[in-house]
């Protein structure tokens, strides 16, 4: 009669510690590559109440423009433009773009006056990943309007190696 | 290191509304990039830019990180009178450079 062997025969681990050293193993490795830091949907808001503080913000005026589809995180081209009649008495102060995932949430903020005779401007920024970007503009009478756009991002920018 | 390219119309009508762009060559280093050694590569941006019209500021920038390598803008101006439009980058480790380029109103 052949001899029957019971599962805890053999030395060694078991099936379930080899199972579980395995779970173990990826949810760490899982933990560090959630590590790097990141800009959080928080840390934007906070960016944003430095600029506007308690002012309540109000949805449209400003127009934001990004490619909806990346490739290239180390350049996007931005545009950002505000609904204004740009003279003495009502015009745009400043505009501040934001985002939520870069190492950090501000990007840019530029001034200008009446005398830019159009609330509009051009650059190119970095995304580190797929994103919400977000526009404040502050006008003349202390109002603030903003305006967000998705963005998804291929090759990110700013957190490769060397 | 650091060579600006303007673009400037040399030519304007009173009160037009005129396209102003500025590039500057500079790295743009983020402060958040690792070497393979594991050393971080230390900050080094343009942290600000400054466009005046005649000794008047008509724009300004704050830069961070976030803003590509060789830093970009394009925006607008009246065109009041003829003169020179100066632009001033600054940034960490001392860095400051500027550019000039006049413009004649008729």
């Known amino acids: ?162 | 290191m650091a060579h600006p390219l303007l673009s400037v119309p040399g030519k304007a009508k009173r009160g037009e509304i005129v396209e102003i762009k500025a590039l500057i060559q500079h790295e743009m280093e983020t402060g958040f990039r690792v070497t393979n050694d594991g050393k971080t590569i230390p900050r080094d941006i343009i942290t600000e830019f400054l466009c005046k019209y005649n000794d008047e500021e008509v724009f300004r920038a704050q830069l961070f990180p976030a803003m590509s390598a060789n830093p970009f803008l394009s925006f607008f101006t009246t065109a009041t009178e003829s003169g020179t439009i100066v632009f001033e980058w600054s940034g960490d480790n001392g860095f400051f450079a500027t550019a000039s380029a006049s413009i004649s109103v008729e």
């Open chain 1, 1 to 162: 009669m052949p001899q029957k062997h019971s599962p805890r025969d053999h030395p060694g681990p078991t099936r379930r510690q080899v199972l579980n050293q395995g779970l173990t193993f990826v949810g760490s490795s899982l933990a560090l590559w959630i590590q790097p830091a990141r800009a959080t949907p928080e840390a934007m808001r906070a960016a944003m109440r430095n600029v506007t503080g308690e002012a309540t913000v109000g949805k449209g005026k400003v127009k934001i423009e990004l490619p909806a589809l990346v490739e290239s995180g180390n350049a996007v081209p931005l545009s950002v433009s505000v609904a204004s009649a740009m003279t003495a008495t009502d015009y745009v102060k400043s505009i501040h773009v934001f985002n939520e995932r870069n190492p950090q949430p501000n990007v840019l903020g530029v001034r200008l006056g009446p005398r830019a005779g159009r609330a509009s401007f051009n650059t190119r920024i970095r995304l580190a990943d797929s994103q919400t970007v977000v526009a404040i503009a502050e006008l003349s009478d202390g109002s603030f309007w903003s305006e967000s756009v998705d963005v998804i991002v291929t090759l990110p920018a700013c957190l490769e190696t060397l």
